[in-house]
């Protein structure tokens, strides 16, 4: 690693991106800073819901990266971020990306890493720019699955309609899964390569790539947002910015953020 990112490792904290939350809003962040938690015990999902997690079947992390982008031109930072990931597990479980992507690793839009249709992990992104000559800094939180799937499933019956899945139901052959330390670093690596490139050139330079991963290209989806209608169409990718765009008869509708569901599912 050639860059001066802190590690810290703690056993049990409240949220991983409260606590490096509660620091940029002090203006206390210098350099980058990755922070682990076996234990959180209010761990947080997107739209206000919580994040289900184990210490001993789960990975739960964040990281606070400065960029020289204002918050607006960031809007693709949740889709590059899945990128690091999934090339972060590619290195480290031994699997190429081809192989990744036969046994049924996806990315949905905008946050969500998905095994066979069923959600291993999840990214929740929060920071901003705190004066106009600061860098701005975003909080990257990562929570994965390891293992134990259904255990998880069984916490979320009620909360959420969603299926869930772990990494270790990939072919990993012999090895099992690494070390939770081991696979942190390489997800921290990883995504150093693709946050300074981001940063650099934008969104539009990993378009493509994204574009490979969607798991709902092509599918008549459904988005749904706090207070507002529900938008249903054909989803058709995403656009420069990392917008969702849905093709609705003879128009294309681009959206920023949402919850997207398959038609007839939830
Ligand atoms: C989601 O899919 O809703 C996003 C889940 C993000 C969970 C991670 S776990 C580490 C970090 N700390 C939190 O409180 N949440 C994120």
Redesign the pocket.
């Known amino acids: 690693m050639n860059w001066n990112c802190i590690l810290e490792r703690v056993a049990e904290t409240h949220?991983?991106?409260?606590d490096l939350l509660a620091r940029w809003r002090l203006g206390s962040l210098i350099d980058p800073v990755a922070r682990i938690a076996r234990n959180?015990t209010n761990?947080?999902?997107?739209a206000g819901?919580s994040?289900v997690?184990k210490p001993e079947d789960s990975l739960?992390?964040?990281l606070a990266y400065p960029f020289k982008r204002s918050p607006a031109e960031l809007s693709g930072l949740s889709l590059v971020t899945g990128l690091a990931v999934i090339t972060g597990l590619s290195e480290v479980l031994n699997l190429t990306k081809s192989e990744l992507y036969t046994n049924g690793v996806r990315l949905k839009w905008p946050?969500?890493l998905l095994l066979k249709q069923k959600k291993f992990g999840?990214?929740?992104i929060e920071g901003g720019q705190r004066k106009a000559e600061e860098n701005t800094w975003m909080i990257i939180?990562?929570?994965l699955n390891l293992r134990n799937a259904t255990k998880f499933e069984s916490e979320l019956k009620g909360q959420e309609n969603k299926k869930v899945a772990a990494l270790n139901e990939l072919p990993l052959g012999a090895e099992q899964l690494p070390e939770v330390d081991f696979l942190w670093l390489k997800l921290i690596e990883s995504l150093e390569k693709y946050l300074r490139k981001f940063d650099v050139e934008g969104f539009s330079s990993f378009l493509e790539e994204w574009q490979g991963w969607d798991a709902y290209v092509g599918e008549n989806v459904c988005i749904s947002g706090i207070g507002k209608n529900p938008i249903e169409g054909i989803a058709i990718g995403v656009d420069t910015n990392g917008a969702l765009l849905i093709q609705q008869n003879n128009k294309v509708v681009s959206i920023l953020a949402g919850d997207v569901s398959l038609r007839g599912q939830s």
């Open positions: 949220s991983t991106n409260d959180q761990g947080k999902g997107r819901r994040w997690a739960c992390f964040s946050n969500d999840g990214i929740l939180g990562i929570g």
